[in-house]
């Protein structure tokens, strides 16, 4: 099993930054990708961005290409997302995820912080 946990949301106004951050404990070692992921009120939830187990390959959706970063150190077993330029459209829960494979679905799951952004 492996356990994720995300902090670093908060309150923050249009076109400024934060940085979140995942902690994986657990059987860190199965993990291939990990990802952020965001749910907006009353909307699906939505891919934000996801980076291989390496951090050598890194992908965006691409309503955040370009303003966001994600990175990851593995000697922290952590996870970040550099959001810059923020919108009010970003405000989201935001969730970091695993998966123990490329193909596979994501299992591993956080519960998720707040962001808002306010205009």
């Known amino acids: 099993q492996v356990q994720l946990r995300e902090s670093g949301g908060g309150l923050v106004q249009a076109g400024g930054s934060l940085r979140l951050s995942c902690v994986a404990s657990?059987?860190?070692?199965?993990?291939?990708?990990m990802a952020w992921f965001r749910q907006a009120p009353g909307k699906e939830r939505e891919f934000v961005a996801r980076?291989?187990?390496?951090?050598?390959?890194?992908y965006y959706a691409d309503v955040v290409k370009g303003r966001f970063t994600i990175s990851k150190d593995n000697a922290k077993s952590t996870m970040y997302l550099q959001m810059n330029s923020l919108k009010p459209e970003d405000t989201a829960v935001y969730f970091c995820?695993?998966?123990?494979?490329?193909?596979?679905?994501?299992?591993?799951w956080g519960p998720g912080t707040q962001v808002t952004v306010s205009s």
């Open positions: 995820a695993a998966r123990p494979s490329p193909t596979s679905n994501y299992p591993y």
């Open positions: 657990g059987r860190t070692s199965s993990t291939s990708t």
């Open positions: 980076i291989t187990s390496s951090g050598g390959s890194t």
